[in-house]
């Protein structure tokens, strides 16, 4: 099946710096990108979705000058966590839909985020 | 605004036993719906998903899951657990807002402990 990878797995970055996550599609064209955080032992929550070449769609309460998205080409999404604060200290998920298999999503492994 | 509840936080069944996990849905139009599994500290796998057709759906490792629209439920099931079993489910429900499957809305999950 098609792979989703992300990177890095693990990060823990200082408070106020800012951490980049990538997401990438391995084997396929991702035209739409998701991006989910999760809490320890909580659900995931849709923080914003990108089409490749448009700005990211946020959902309400999530700051898009805080979490930067960028998906500059068909193969690759990331995630700026910028001015990171403890609170900011998640586990982050990418998933992608290609143009070919419109309700089909493959989800990457995730990013622990561990802000100090 | 869409929503999935899974009643149940924890759920404890012996290995061998039959398993069934609830979730209801709240969407406005014809769902998309996932069952994923998650392994503590990884990614989510999926283990199956319905958009139409036969609402009775055939997932990986054995599972099932029916969709009931006049319940607003996609339970699912399994006939015998295995102790490999034992991890997080995550109920999910999205939509197809014309470009292809949104992002999803997923629900708190539900942990299944496996006794011998």
Redesign the interface.
């Known amino acids: 099946g098609a792979v989703v990878s992300?990177h890095p797995s693990r990060v823990i970055c200082k408070s106020g710096t800012s951490v980049k996550i990538e997401c990438r599609s391995l084997d396929f064209q991702a035209?739409?990108m998701?991006w989910?955080r999760q809490f320890p032992k909580?659900?995931?929550?849709?923080m914003a979705?990108s089409?490749e070449g448009s700005k990211a769609t946020y959902?309400q309460g999530v700051e898009k000058d805080k979490f930067l998205i960028n998906h500059a080409s068909l193969t690759l999404s990331t995630l700026t966590v910028t001015s990171a604060h403890p609170e900011d200290s998640s586990f982050y998920?990418c998933?992608a839909?290609t143009?070919g298999q419109?309700?089909?999503?493959y989800?990457?492994?995730?990013s622990?985020l561990t802000v100090v | 605004a869409q929503s999935v509840t899974q009643p149940d936080i924890h759920i404890t069944v012996s290995e061998g036993a039959s398993l069934e996990l609830r979730c209801n849905y709240s969407y406005g139009a014809t769902p998309y719906l996932f069952w994923y599994v998650q392994s503590p500290g990884q990614g989510l796998q999926l283990l199956l998903k319905y958009f139409s057709g036969d609402t009775l759906v055939q997932g990986i490792k054995g599972f099932e899951a029916e969709f009931k629209r006049s319940q607003s439920s996609f339970n699912l099931r399994k006939p015998s657990v295995h102790w490999s079993d034992a991890a997080e489910y995550f109920c999910a429900v999205g939509g197809d807002s014309g470009g292809g499957a949104d992002g999803l809305t997923f629900g708190k999950g539900t942990h299944l402990i496996i006794q011998p």
Not at chain 1, 102 to 105: E, G, L, M, P, Y
Not at chain 1, 107 to 110: I, L, Q, S, T, V
């Open positions: 992300q035209t739409t998701f989910y909580q659900s995931l929550m849709l979705t089409n959902e998920i998933s839909r143009a419109r309700n089909t999503i989800f990457g492994e995730g622990w």
